[in-house]
């Protein structure tokens, strides 16, 4: 370990052990990448996603409290629904003439757990192949959920509802408009290999039935937006970091503290995913326009070169932006590019500076490329040095 390394550890630790910490310290710091020992960026992203407040001495209590928040969550939305579902059979007490399988109310209950469960299988299909460029996500977690787990409990968890499903995931796939391929090409190599994946024995789970389950319960307790394919993008980099904590006792509690940080970082990215804002200043389009137009600021030849072949943003920037880069890079990559677009105070404006600066770093090629090439070479970025990347980015934003 270099010294510089050391002391910007240091100076990290530093910034943490203040009893009001010093934010703006802190995303200065943060910016410029955040070092991964003794669970550093597990807590500077907890922080910079406004899970912890600034305040150390709170800590404890809004972990304890949040944690115990997460547990009812599972109670409700997963437990008590099982139980039910596995009383069917043996009691039917619960079953009324108005609230049985093939009554077509909305309101009635099974009306309502045939929708989850539509959702669940879409979740399901996505999560199962997250990042299929490491086996992590197939591996079985140290800590697996004992309120799911427990062999006391008599009931359908998800992994029971997948399985006696006839449903088929690919009738109630919901994508986003426009866009039939959401990942990457070199990424989805490994993909047919992954439908071997069987789930583990009982009484163990895999880091990404986790992950399911958090994507379960923020599409319940979300139901405007409930699941769309490509959350499972975002939530994946956040739980890697939370679950490979060296803090044993943090890392624990990866699962809920996951999903309280997906919660607030889709507070600010879910407009990205509903179809009806596309076209707001909130929105998507709006966003991907933004991308050329601050291109054409900083490089008018290459603008020109893009509009010339009619090269629309809408043809890559859409899985760039929406995803937070997660398609591009491998997983370390991402982890470091998050580190500034969390530390960045404009948050998400400085992705828009990211997006362009990989444009401007393969200028040359595009501008030597005809449509077909500089497709491919959009939809399957060749740059994989993520900190040129930031560094011309943070010139752009210099720049202005």
Known sequence: MSSLHKSRIADFQDVLREPLIALEKLRELSFSGIPCEGGLRCLCWKILLNYLPSERASWTTVLAKQREVYAQFLREMIIQPGIAKANMGASREDVTFEDHPLNPNPDSRWNTYFKDNEVLLQIDKDVRRLCPDISFFQRATEYPCLLILDPQNEFETLRKRVEQTTLKSQTVARNRSGVTNMSSPHKN????????????????????????????????????????????????????????????????????????????????????????????????????????????????????????????????????????????????????????????????????????????????????????????????????????????AKELQDSK
């Open 189 to 392: 190599a490994a993909l047919p290999a992954l439908n071997k994946y069987e789930v583990l024995p009982n009484g163990c789970e895999a880091h990404w039935e986790v992950v399911e389950r958090i994507l379960f319960i923020y599409a319940k307790l979300n139901p405007g937006i409930a699941y769309v394919q490509g959350m499972n993008e975002i939530v994946g980099p956040l739980y890697y970091t939370f679950a490979t904590d060296p803090n044993s006792e943090w890392k624990e509690h990866a699962e809920a503290d996951t999903f309280f940080c997906f919660t607030n970082l889709m507070a600010e990215i879910r407009d990205n995913f509903i179809k009806s804002l596309d076209d707001s200043q909130c929105g998507i389009t709006y966003k991907m326009e933004k991308v050329y137009s601050t291109l054409k600021e900083k490089d008018v030849e290459l603008y020109l070169k893009l509009q010339e072949q009619n090269i629309k943003p809408q043809f890559f920037a859409f899985r760039w932006l929406t995803l937070l880069l997660s398609q591009e890079f491998l997983l370390p990559d991402v982890i470091r590019i998050w580190d500034s677009l969390f530390a960045d105070d404009s948050r998400f404006d400085f992705l828009l500076l990211v997006c362009c600066a990989m444009l401007v770093l393969i200028r040359e090629q595009l501008l030597e490329g005809d449509f077909t090439v500089n497709m491919r070479l959009l939809q399957d970025y060749p740059i994989t040095d993520v900190c040129q990347i930031l560094q011309k």
